[in-house]
């Protein structure tokens, strides 16, 4: 009989200060970012209140993977795309576990040539590194399931609290950014997005909404947008003076959550008078797991 397991994969993150530049190193592909941008990005580590640049998505995601394998009751491994533990590294202890048939699964609902794809060929390069001869399937996106819109929605209603009685404020989905040039082979990741607004809007009796994009790379090509600082100036000459950031492609508090919205994208509101605030992230929300476990029975008899 098979042996199955569910490797979980998600972007990593720097665990120390002293470990930033590495990691975007491996993000941009082997260059090692300026020393203006290295000292850009450890400020904004440090700003998020984390003193040693460690972010939160590591151990929340460590806290996901226990929820998933404590739902479904199949061996849970970890692999991040850019940081340890590496998605390599968790490919050769399923092999070395005897795992022959894996399912994968990443943290972020949308799909894309340029994220999800990219995931699954870390995995196969893996495979091939070490010689694993594992039956290897993934969750390909889980933008629509129903129990993930209903945790989005929790979330919303929770931070509606936030504001005073006689406010309504103005809701702004967002997700991040990616280049332009995806929508030349017809990738689905913004329609998948909106297709999550649309849903989380109906669900949670949303009349105001919009969508932007925010965190775009720092590259010479166009980026997908409107982007997050661009509509709230818009909604501010609207006249829009309260605001709520709801980031459905993002599920754990991590940098570009907790600077970009709380600290950057918050000051830029607040110097147009506006009060901003944002849902809580989902982090290990139990809704999660029962999300995955729901696709693993459904579409993969598990």
Not at 4 to 33: C, H, V
Not at 65 to 93: F, Q
Not at 113 to 133: C, F, P, T, W
Request: charged share 25%; aromatic share 8%.
């Amino acid at each position: 009989m098979a042996k199955r397991a569910i490797l979980m994969m998600a972007y990593g993150s720097p665990n120390t200060l002293e470990d930033i530049e590495p990691y975007y190193t491996d993000i941009r592909r082997g260059r090692k970012p300026t020393p203006e941008l290295l000292h850009e990005l450890t400020e904004r580590y440090k700003a998020i209140g984390i003193g040693n640049g460690n972010s939160p998505l590591l151990n929340t995601t460590i806290a996901q993977a226990e929820n998933l394998e404590k739902a479904t009751g199949i061996p849970v491994y970890l692999g991040m795309r850019h940081w340890n533990p590496w998605i390599r590294e968790a490919v050769l202890e399923m092999k070395n576990d005897g795992v022959d048939e894996v399912i994968g699964v990443v943290m972020a609902p949308h799909y894309s040539e340029m994220s999800i794809a990219r995931y699954v060929q870390n995995v196969e390069d893996g495979m091939k590194l070490h010689g694993a001869e594992m039956n290897f399937s993934f969750i390909k996106s889980w933008h629509n399931h129903p129990l993930f819109i209903s945790a989005l929605n929790e979330k919303i209603d929770a931070a509606m609290e936030l504001f005073n009685k006689d406010e309504e404020p103005f809701v702004i989905f967002t997700a991040h950014s990616l280049p332009e040039k995806i929508l030349l082979n017809n990738d689905p990741y913004k329609i998948q997005l909106l297709e999550t607004c649309d849903l989380l809007s109906e669900m949670a009796d949303i009349p105001q909404w919009s969508f932007a994009f925010q965190s775009a790379g720092r590259t010479e090509e166009k980026w997908l947008g409107p982007d997050l600082l661009e509509e709230i100036k818009k909604l501010s000459h609207e006249g829009v003076k309260s605001i709520l950031v709801c980031s459905v492609g993002f599920i754990t508090d991590h940098l570009e959550v907790m600077y970009d919205i709380d600290i950057e994208a918050k000051k830029y509101a607040a110097d147009l008078g506006i009060h901003l605030e944002r849902t809580a992230s989902l982090n290990a929300h139990p809704l999660i797991a029962e999300t995955i476990k729901d696709i693993l029975e459904k579409d993969f008899n598990i």
